[in-house]
């Protein structure tokens, strides 16, 4: 395979909050190349968030990025050294932030959020906030900018453009308004667009629309993309290749295919099992038992051996890091999880342990309470 | 006086909604709270009502669980909030166990009301962060004067246990909860006063799917044990298909399509339905995707299609009787007419716009006539001539705009029975209630509606 357009190796995102450490990000690997649709996948809290503004290097305090690597375009967004003493210090490629804010953000990388109130200005026009944006990102004139925004809203197909242009967000339906942030977001024709949940809060027939309109501009402009949702419908319909997160971590990472028919993880198993099904009835769901735990005091082993339903003993004492599943050296299917032969610890001779998936009906219910949103 | 029970009474029907209808004003309705002055000239004023809910019929029977699906905006929570009076209703009527609850006031519509509970959709904000969740689940007994101190501290700790919660909890705060666990605290305040029907509005919509899961499986689990009754409201399809028996479709304020679930999901006859099912995604890469897309936007409830309220975006709306053409000749106009309405080109030139919707098949006779006439209304850049030669000559013309369908049919699967109103309909219809004379979507449909439930 070429070069990647982006890879990120053993990223660390941590906030350190009153109650302690919160590791949200905790040691991801993923690539994504040219053309690519990558899915980030995983329930609310599992640091998907996180892990994209961290590509951004957008992340707030008391956030901070502490290790690992991000290289965009053989550029380095994120990268440490060590100095003389020992101590951690940027690398003297490392982009600084102005590059960050002139040239990479919006031009190069563009983000879209789930909730488009949040980019858009309720006071300004639809049209004018576009034009704007075209005009001081692409060095074009009011007049040349205006027709570049009109057709960029025809092409994502909001009806009658010309008048639209006019008119306020709050105008839009919600559906319109996250395809003139698509819009936005394809306006500098950047190499590669982040989705954190664009569509999440709309309604299937919605959705289905923006992911065909999505489908057609990435083929038309060959713009890479990371898609972030919790829906496993979503990443079957758009993704070529997939990350699954469970608390901080990539425990499995496949191609869309391989991810459904060929799944490696528990997890990954469990999340297909519990969703209702649109095209049979299913009588029964099997629900994940419990809740993901905090990402401040993560379970030692595999962090997942509490709900796992396949868990032994060796699980709460290995923490098994991702491995190549396939044999190839490609590295096109990985998992962490050490029932496979790949690892090789004794997992087969290892007792099961008594978890919260052999557990009765008010297994549901944990001691830490609270739940990351 | 208590009335008993609307005309075609039904002994096994727990609910029956009549003609139900909620209109807002617009100001009252859903702008209102929104500033209004100079400095924001965007918001603007109109007079004519909302109709958020514009004449519903459905019953619940005892035990059963009713789903009721549509795009949001729809109408869903409003159609909630007036069946239990939460809301006034504009018109109509609703019948709790046999009675209108119009006819009721003080002591017996309190009792009644502690019969009919809701569990609303956000179970952050549903719950007091001040208050404890024992008291929390205890409130709808004060307010009822059920038990005593002592006796309700039990019954809430029991209730905490049977929702799937410890409880040990019930003297924590909704905070320290997850998402799924206010669910699950919302359920046991619902459940303490021995509701026998509970109205549920996207209870599982904010939760993950994991979570969703396990609150699903919890609510039918105290479904069984209780004896209750839901109306379960959702816009996830995957999730109605999985907990309802009977299912409705609603779309701009009405009720487009109701049948037993499996009837519904397997032999839909409504194209609203159907394009609701061809547009969930499934969880499979190898299912090639979701098939037809709707196209456009719901239009506003202010001023409703006129007919069948899905017919500006419907994929089979029927060619008008007067004109002989071919059904892709049709099917090419209608979706030239809406490109038309949503300007969604600027070329001018007829013929590439022939070749580009009119490829495989031309309107010929009287049609093709008008058809020429408004290409040539575009050709001198007057799209707004164009717009009302089609609108006016075509599509305000077809059956789906000058009647509002209502048509029951046999079911293929069980012997529930099956309500669509679409025309598409008319001919396999054992019942209808077609009312001619709907022109501005104001009408209801006749007083036979057909009941598509009993
Ligand atoms: N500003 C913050 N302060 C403290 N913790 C945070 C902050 N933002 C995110 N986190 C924590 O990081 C973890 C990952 O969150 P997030 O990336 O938002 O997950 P996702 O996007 O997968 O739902 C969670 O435990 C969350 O509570
Ligand atoms: S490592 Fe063990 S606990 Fe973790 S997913 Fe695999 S089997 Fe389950
Ligand atoms: S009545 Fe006409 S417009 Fe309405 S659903 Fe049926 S075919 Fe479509
Ligand atoms: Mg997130």
Redesign the interface.
């Known amino acids: 395979m070429s070069e990647p357009l982006l890879s990120v190796r053993d990223l660390k995102t941590q906030f350190f909050t009153e109650d302690g450490t919160v590791r949200a990000v905790d040691g991801i690997s993923f690539d994504v190349h040219e053309g690519e649709i990558v899915g980030l996948v995983g ?2 809290g599992a640091g998907k968030s996180v892990a994209t503004s961290s590509i951004l290097r957008l992340v707030d305090s008391p956030g901070e990025i502490v290790g690992g690597e991000i290289k965009f375009k053989g550029e380095t967004i994120f990268g440490l050294e060590e100095d003389g003493g020992g101590e951690l210090r940027p690398r003297d490629e490392m982009l600084t932030e102005e590059e960050m804010r002139k040239r990479i953000r919006g031009r190069e990388i563009a983000i879209i959020f789930q909730d488009p109130m949040e980019s858009l200005n309720p ?1 300004f026009t639809v049209g004018g906030q576009l034009r704007e944006f075209i005009e001081i990102n692409r060095d074009l004139g009011t007049d040349e900018a205006k027709g570049e925004a009109i057709d960029i809203l ?1 092409e994502v197909g909001i ?5 639209r242009y006019d ?2 967000p ?2 839009f ?4 308004r996250q395809r003139v942030l698509i819009a936005m977001a394809l306006a500098c024709q950047p190499d590669l667009i982040i989705a954190d949940e664009p569509t999440t809060a709309l ?7 923006i ?2 309109m999505v489908k057609d501009l990435q083929e038309k402009y060959d713009t890479s993309f990371i898609w972030v949702t ?8 758009i993704c070529d290749r997939v990350n699954v997160m469970y608390l901080g971590e990539i425990i499995e990472q496949a191609e ?2 391989d ?3 060929d799944t490696k993880h528990p997890y990954t198993s ?3 099992d ?6 049979e ?2 009588d ?6 419990g ?1 993901m735990p905090e990402a401040i005091d993560p379970p030692s082993g595999c962090r997942f051996h509490s709900p796992c339903p396949e868990a032994r003993e060796v699980c709460r004492e290995v923490h098994p890091e991702p491995r190549e599943m396939s044999g190839d050296a490609e590295g096109t299917h990985t998992a962490a999880c050490v029932k496979h032969d790949a690892f090789d610890i004794g997992y087969d001779t290892s007792p099961p342990i008594d978890t919260e998936a052999t557990g009765g ?6 001691e830490t ?3 990351a ?1 | 006086m208590t009335k008993v029970g609307p005309p075609e009474s039904d002994p096994e029907a727990l609910l029956q909604v009549r003609n139900l209808k909620k209109h807002f004003d617009n100001e009252s309705g859903l702008l209102a709270g929104v500033q209004l002055d100079d400095e924001f000239p965007y918001v603007s004023r109109s007079t004519s009502d909302v109709r958020a809910v514009d004449g519903v019929d459905f019953d619940i029977k005892e035990g059963e669980t009713l789903g009721l699906v549509g795009e949001s905006g729809c109408g869903k929570s409003t159609l909630a909030r007036t069946v239990l009076r939460l809301l006034e209703p504009t018109e109509g009527s609703v019948y709790f166990q046999g009675k209108d609850l119009a006819s009721l006031s003080g002591e017996p519509l309190r009792r009644m009301r502690k019969n009919m509970q809701m569990i609303f959709q956000d179970p952050q904000s549903s719950l007091d962060p001040r208050m404890k969740v024992g008291p929390i689940v205890e409130e709808p007994m004060k307010a009822h004067g059920m038990l005593d101190e002592e006796g309700r501290e039990a019954r809430a700790k029991e209730l905490l246990e049977k929702v799937g919660l410890d409880p040990q909890h019930y003297n924590r705060y909704p905070h320290a909860f997850s998402g799924g666990q206010r669910q699950r605290v919302n359920l046991a305040r619902a459940l303490s006063v021995n509701p026998d029907f509970i109205v549920c509005d996207e209870p599982v919509s904010a939760l993950d799917v994991s979570i969703q899961a396990q609150v699903l499986n919890t609510m039918e689990e105290l479904q069984e044990e209780f004896d209750l009754t839901y109306l379960f409201i959702a816009h996830d399809l995957s999730v109605i298909r999985h907990i309802s028996d009977r299912v409705a479709v609603m779309y701009l304020g009405n009720i487009v399509e109701l049948a037993d679930k499996e009837e519904l999901f397997e032999n839909p006859q409504h194209p609203y339905t159907q394009a609701l099912l061809d547009a969930i995604p499934v969880p499979d890469p190898r299912s090639g995707g979701r098939t037809a897309l709707l196209s456009g936007d719901v239009p506003s409830p202010i001023d409703p299609p006129s007919g069948c309220r899905f017919r500006t975006r419907c994929p089979k709306v029927i060619q008008p009787e007067e004109y002989d053409m071919s059904d892709g000749a049709w099917r090419n106009l209608v979706e030239f007419q809406r490109a038309v309405e949503r300007r969604a080109f600027e070329e001018t030139d007829p013929d590439v716009l022939r070749s580009r919707y009119f490829q495989d098949a031309v309107p010929s006779g009287d049609a093709g006539t008008l058809l020429d006439e408004a290409l040539g209304h575009i050709e001198r850049d007057k799209f707004e001539d164009a717009e009302r030669i089609l609108v006016e000559r075509f599509a305000d013309q077809s059956v789906c705009a000058t009647a509002r369908p209502a048509y029951e049919i046999e079911s293929e699967i069980g012997d529930g029975r099956h309500y669509s109103a679409c025309h598409l309909r008319r001919d396999e219809a054992v019942a209808t209630a077609v009312d001619e004379a709907t022109v501005g979507g104001a009408a209801r449909p006749g007083t036979e509606a057909p009941e598509a439930d009993d």
């Open positions: 329930e609310s006071v025809r009806p009658a453009p010309e008048s008119e306020y709050h105008q339906s919600g559906g319109m309604d299937v027939t919605v959705e289905g629309e992911l065909e919790h829906d496993m419908s979503v990443v079957a319909e869309v295919d991810l459904f028919y469990a999340l297909l519990s969703m209702p099904r649109p095209d009835t299913v029964e769901l099997r629900p994940i038992k809740v009906f008010s297994a549901g219910f944990t309470g609270g739940e949103e």
